[in-house]
C-alpha cells in the first residue's frame, strides 16, 4: 500500500479544537443578532445545477466557480466538436452539469422562486454555510470559506437598507470591534455616471473595472477602460468622479449636480440620502458611513444600493462584508417582480480581525469545568456514578479513564485549561469527603461527599 503524505488542498483548511471553540463563539453572535432581526434559518445543498450559477455573476465570476465532472455514460455527452473550434469554455460546461455553490444569493434566489407558495412574503432569511471559488488563495482569501447571509426578499421598501447597517452595527458592537466604515454607493448613480460620459451599452465592463481600483489603482482603471474601448474623452469626463472630496454629504451634492438632468442617477442620490438621513438618527455604535462612488460591487444582479464593510484602520484586510439590493435576481428563475436586499458577513475575515485585535474571550476553550482524576478501580466507579449524574444536569465534566500516575493526569488538566480537578482515593472514600483543586490557583478543599453534585455545580 502506498503512504500518502497527509495534506489538504490550498485554499482550504482544518480547525482545530481551539479555533473551533472561537469560530462557534463568533457564529453564535451572528445568530443571535440575525434572529433578533427576524430572520429566519435555511439551508441549500452545497452542489447546485451549473446552469443555476452560470451567468449569474459575471464572466470573471463564472471562471471561479467550481465545477464538477459529470460521470458514467452522461461523459458521452461531452462536446467535442466545441473542444475541436477551440471553443473550451463551452467544451467544459458540456463536461459539467452540477457546480459547488460560488455564494448564498443565488441558490437563495432559486429557493426563493421553487417555494414561493410555501413562502410568506416579505421573506426574511438567514444562511450560514460553505462556499467555494477557484481564487488564488493568500491572507483572508480561502477557496472553501463560510458565508453568513441575511436577506429580505419580496419588499421593495428602502428601511430594509436601513436595518442592513444596523444590523452590521449590532454584531460588530456586540463583538467589541469599533471603527469599522461602511461604504455605500448606488448602483443607479453608476448607471447614471455611464450615461454622462457615454458608455451606457458598457455599463458591465465599467463596473467589472471599477470594482479593481483598490487592486489596481486609477492608472490601472484608465488603462483596462482604454483596452476594452472607452475612449479618451469618456475617461476625461469620468477622472472627476474618482477624486471627490469632502464628507457623505457634501460628495452627494456634488455627483448630484453633476449628474443633474440624468433621472435614473437622482433616484439613486434620493434614496442615498433617505438612508444616511435616518441612520443619522440612530445610535450607531460601531460603524460609520462613507459615500464611495468608486464602489461598483461587480455582480451583475445588483441593481440598487450596494455596500461594503470594511475593518478598522491599519488592519491589512480586503472587505468584511457587503451587500445592496437587488430588483430582478429571481426573474432568472421563473418568479417576477420580487425585489430582494442582503447583506453577507465575511466570516473568515472577520474571525482574523478578531484574533488581531485580541478580541475574542480567553476563557473559549474552557468547556470542561472539572476532571474526575482516577485512583483504581474503587474510586473510578464511584467518580464515575457522579460523573453521570453531574452530566444529566448539564454539568460538563470529563474522568481520566486510565489510573496513570498523578502528576500526568494533572498535567492534562493544565494544558486542557480545566480549572478543576476532583480528588477522591481511597484514603478520601474512607473519611466520605473529596477534594476540589483549583487549576490556576493551586487551592485545595475539602468537602463532604454527600454535597459533591450541590458544591461542583455552585463552582465558578
Known sequence: MTIVKPSIPKGTRDFSPAVLAKRNYLKAHLISAFENFGFQPIETPSIERSETLLGKYGDEGDRLIFKILNSGDKVKNANLEALRKGELSKFSNSLSQKALRYDLTVPFARYVAQ??????????????????????????????????????????SIWQE?????????????LKLKEVKIHLNHRKILVGISQFIGTESQLIDFTVVLDKLSKIGLDGVFKELESKGFSIDAIERLKPFLSLE???????????????GIEIAQEGIDELKFIYNELNKQSLNSVSLSFDVTLARGLNYYTGLILEVMPPEGIKMGSIGGGGRYDNLTDLFGLKNTSGFGISFGFDRIFLVLEELKLFPKTLNNKTKVL????GEESASFCFDQLTKLRDKDFPCEFY??????????NFADQRSIPYVVILGSKELQKEIFVIKNMSTGTQTEHAIGQMSKVLMDLD
Open 401 to 410: 479513564s486510565n489510573p496513570v500516575k498523578l502528576k500526568k493526569q494533572m
Open 246 to 260: 469632502g464628507d457623505y454629504e457634501n460628495q452627494l451634492v456634488t455627483v448630484s449636480e453633476a449628474l443633474q
Open 162 to 174: 436601513v436595518e442592513g447597517v444596523l444590523l452590521y452595527d449590532r454584531v460588530f458592537s456586540k
Open 115 to 156: 417555494y414561493q407558495n410555501e413562502i410568506q412574503f416579505p421573506f426574511r432569511r438567514y444562511q450560514m454555510q460553505m462556499v467555494w471559488r477557484a481564487d488564488r488563495p493568500q491572507h483572508g482569501r480561502f477557496q472553501e470559506f463560510l458565508q453568513c447571509d441575511a436577506d429580505v426578499v419580496g419588499e421593495r
Open 372 to 375: 474526575f482524576l482516577n485512583f
